[in-house]
């Protein structure tokens, strides 16, 4: 079934009256924008062929309940997991929302409709000597100096900065030499101050020093072989490779770089609500969960940092 080919121009023009909407006003990465333009075209493209016609603007609004259920069971039919599912209907939620506030009818069929129940997974940290051997271990292993001082670069700025990848490797030349805080764009463009240690400084001009490439204000800080900004994938693989070395287990990636930053933080005594602005999470409860630690725990840091239970 062809998304584009089955959803009516109203629904279409609908569709983009509410990306444009969340693009201007939340400030939503293109990736965000793109993965709910493609979760809520499925669903109009579904419900275009569960009536048999393409679904209106007015038709949008008399979607009930079992129609719903339909849609969710005809995903899990095709092998939609239940995270994805969960994913994809709160996309169509924020849609129904928008669209239900502009055109005024109810749609409460669509927002109360209960999301499937999935286990969160969480990366597992590795611990601060593993984490300094992997930095070693991917420098020494590259076949060019340059490009090993790249690689443990990129990685010191994951565990040390607690970056995600894509942050990393968006810094500009622009961005060098490292001061003491480095101004991080991170998700849906939000913009984030995260302190810089010292030896992620010394990392990355130890890179520059050896890259054989000009720094240039508006280009990537980190480059690839010839020239071009660094593909994500040769940083994974550069971090498989020492794992692998290291007998590290599978679960050592680039991202579990970061988790481990946030872990030892915490375990350090550091607050929740500071660990959250530095990695740059919408929600406290997301950084909850992100460090995986007891709950006994969190409720010792909550005490001791919030402001009426120190009252």
């Known amino acids: 079934m062809s998304d584009t080919l089955a959803i009516s121009p109203g629904a279409r023009d609908a569709l983009a009256g509410w ?11 293109e990736n965000t924008i793109e993965a709910y333009r493609a979760d809520v075209a499925g669903f109009l493209a579904f419900m275009a062929e569960h009536h048999g016609a393409g679904q209106g603007r007015a038709a ?5 309940l079992s129609d719903m259920r339909a849609w969710m069971a005809h995903e899990r039919g095709r092998g939609v997991g239940p995270r994805s599912l969960a994913r994809a209907l709160s996309a169509v939620k924020g849609f129904y929302r928008w669209l239900s506030e502009r055109d005024g009818f109810d749609a409460t069929a669509v927002l109360s409709t209960r999301s499937p129940k999935f286990t969160r997974k969480l990366p597992r940290p590795v611990s601060q000597d593993a984490a300094r051997e992997v930095i070693a271990t991917a420098e020494t ?22 970056l995600r990848i894509s942050e990393a490797l968006g810094l500009t030349g622009r961005d060098a030499p490292l001061g003491e805080v480095l101004r991080i764009r991170g998700k849906g463009g939000k913009e984030r101050l995260v302190p810089v240690l010292p030896a992620a400084r010394d990392a990355v001009a130890a890179y520059l020093a050896l890259c054989p490439h000009p720094r ?6 980190f480059r690839g072989a010839r020239g071009g900004a660094l593909n994500p994938r040769i ?6 490779t020492a794992r692998l070395q290291l007998g590290l287990p599978a679960t050592a990636t680039p991202h579990a770089m970061r988790h481990s930053f946030a872990t030892h933080l915490l375990n350090a005594g550091g607050d929740l609500r500071a660990i959250q602005e530095l990695l740059g ?8 969960a992100y460090t ?20």
């Open 235 to 240: 940083v994974q693989k550069a971090m498989e």
């Open 281 to 288: 999470h919408a929600s406290l409860s997301t950084t909850q």
């Open 216 to 221: 240039e204000a508006g280009a990537p800080l």
């Open 19 to 29: 990306l444009d909407h969340i693009r201007a006003l939340d400030g939503a990465a």
């Open 292 to 311: 995986a630690v007891d709950t006994a725990r969190l409720m010792e840091v909550y005490e001791a940092s919030h402001p009426r239970a120190r009252s």
């Open 60 to 64: 949008l609004a008399r979607v009930g």
């Open 141 to 162: 292993q590259a076949r060019t100096g340059w490009i090993g001082a790249r690689d443990a670069a990129v990685i010191t700025l994951l565990y040390g900065c607690g």
